[in-house]
């Protein structure tokens, strides 16, 4: 902490809560760890067990779910903004699945930028929840060229 004036400025990082579920998605954010390491970085998925694996301490845990799981989804839809709302992070970045779908909507309700990285495994078409990100998310891209389109998402090119 440093002093400015009367009050003291803390770590003045941007606040990113990287947010995935295990498996494919959990593995390509963790290529993305050396570009977030400028940032005061903070994890979210569905499995702590493999973010230990990986070396994250401290990783929020949100219930798996997805569109066969309602009950799932719906307790889900119910943590992710207690975890928003909690780190209240200026980015919220997601490689999937759905709870990073649902962290995307609470961070927008807070103000919070947002980026949906679709799955290196969807290319054939977009995921369902990268089809809903198209609408929600402040920007999102696909990690295969011919799925850009001029607005929708974006190709920077691939994780893997």
């Not at 009367?6 to 570009?35: F, K, Y």
């Not at 569905?46 to 719906?74: I, K, Y």
Request: aromatic share 6%; net charge neutral; hydrophobic share 40%.
């Amino acid at each position: 902490m440093q002093q400015a004036g009367m009050r003291c400025v803390a770590n003045d990082r941007i606040r990113v809560l990287a947010v995935a579920s295990g498996g494919g998605h959990w593995e390509q954010l963790m290529l993305l760890r050396p570009t977030l390491e400028q940032y005061d970085v903070r994890f979210a998925t569905t499995e702590p067990a493999v973010a230990a694996q990986h070396g994250v301490s401290g990783a929020e845990t949100l219930p798996d779910c997805n569109q066969n799981m309602p009950l799932q989804s719906e307790l889900c839809a119910l943590v992710a903004p207690k975890i928003v709302v909690r780190h209240r992070p200026r980015v919220i970045l997601s490689t999937g699945a759905a709870p990073g779908f649902f962290c995307i909507l609470a961070g927008r309700l807070i103000g919070a930028h947002t980026l949906w990285i679709d799955s290196v495994a969807n290319g054939e078409e977009l995921s369902m929840c990268g089809k809903l990100s198209k609408w929600f998310a402040h920007e999102c891209w696909t990690q295969w060229e011919h799925l850009a389109g001029p607005d929708r998402p974006r190709y920077h090119g691939a994780v893997l």
